[in-house]
């Protein structure tokens, strides 16, 4: 006899993601034009976002490698965009990502705190002036024009994939005894040792996922950006956003980044529009008073509403 | 023949040796003391065994493998646990998953997440913590964070355990609770080395005791032998 028991608190948050998910599937059916480049636009944050926040959510090592790994996936299209079919290329440039991830992992992640963050943030540096001193040196241009014609539906439901592949992953690894392992890491990397966890590895392979995720999405991003150039495949606001927006959502939750990426990335879009004046000043408000007065993020503030609403509950009966 | 045997072992910051050239072993199931003045390399030693430090020169051989060089989650997995001098718990996470990460990355074999369970509860009860699976290690009491360090060691499945100072601030009751303790883990048959200042904990729970002064040993014998020494004496109380 087998009986099925599902806890509704186990449960309910998949089951959003999914219904999501589904939504944003048919999304396109319902709402096509700008909406679908907004929002494969607020996508392509949140997976940034999420991926980050996979290897620096729980073990504290605050990485500002994105821009690398995204900028790594747009010369993948812009190089290889041609010969390759659009999900090979995608794939192709999250692998490269992750390679690279890899040797920058087994090179740097014995080191902590600060000395981690700001070598990350130096290899988007040296990647950058590499390939432009490649560009320059062997293929004789500065920039590219991307000639690959991909209408927006296209590249929307390419980035939704990535972020349905992107839940899944930290879904499962979260469950799984390595994510109990990595929030160890992050509690105290000594004792995690000393317990029989490989940290060294477990953090070089996490930390190459995470980087699989960013690649695949700077792959996809370089078609809609049509002509690229060093500075902007690597873009250091690439990596400072992420931070930023995971701090914003909330990093202890999963649920946290996704939040944090959409509804900053959606502010972004609607005062780059209404206000493109005063966009830089009002994003910088925002997130200031987001850090002063929202210490756990958007969802800590959830959260306390969760609460005060319980309590009001068994307070009338 | 020794579980647990170094010969030589040296380690030098900068140009202090804090351990030099100290030759020690470990019976299988017996519990022997590391005595000594603050600054006398005992924790050096402790952390040369653990693998968190490797011995330059010398050689360590756990269960008779040459054990010198390897990384502390492999010494971990071969069976050599340990709990630390200033408590390290994973002070965030609920005291039910410190013990269960011993038991899925720390144990020899796989056990499915049901058994883990489990067992990480017996651990709790077995070590005098049965009612606080569920709160946050950061809660804890110190005596009672000793504990909890006590079990995920145990849940490591180890045949040697490494215990550094384990009765330094806790009360007298505390005290005898924690020599209790050791004395059920020897009942494990389970190896003891362990560093202490509290005399009368070492003197009735071990039975060897090894004395370093300056990283060098200079004492080693029963508990008897030690408390009549002159050498001990002498490094203890001055001349």
Redesign the interface.
Known sequence: MMAVRIDPRKVWLPGLSLVILLLLAVLPYLRPGYTIVLVYTILMYVVLTMSWALFSGPTGYISLAPAAFFGVGIYTSAMLGKALPLPVLVCVGGLISACLALLVGALTLRLKGIYFAFFTFGLVELMKNFVLWYEVKFSGVRGRFLVIRIDNITIYYILLAILAALLLTTYVIRRS?YG??L??IG??E??????????TLLKVVIFAVSAIFIGAAGAIWAIRLTYIDPYIAFDALNSFMPVLMAIFGGIGQIYGPILGAAVFSYLREILITRFPYHYMLLIGTILLVAILFLPDGLVGLVQKWHQRALRGQHANT | MPILEGQGVTRHFGGLAAVAGVDFHVGEGEAVGLIGPNGAGKTTLFNLVSGALVPRPGTIRFKGENVTGFRPHKICRMGIARTFQSVKVFADMPALENVLLGLLFGAPGRVSPADAAREAAELLDFVGLPAVGASAAKDLTLANQKRLEIARALATKPQLLLLDELMAGLNPTEVGQAMELVTRIRARGIAIFMIEHVMKAIMSVCDRIIVLDHGKKIAEGTPREIATSKAVVEVYLGE
């Open positions: 005894k109990l392992a929030q160890s509690q105290d000594e004792a995690a040792a000393h317990t029989g966890i490989n940290v």
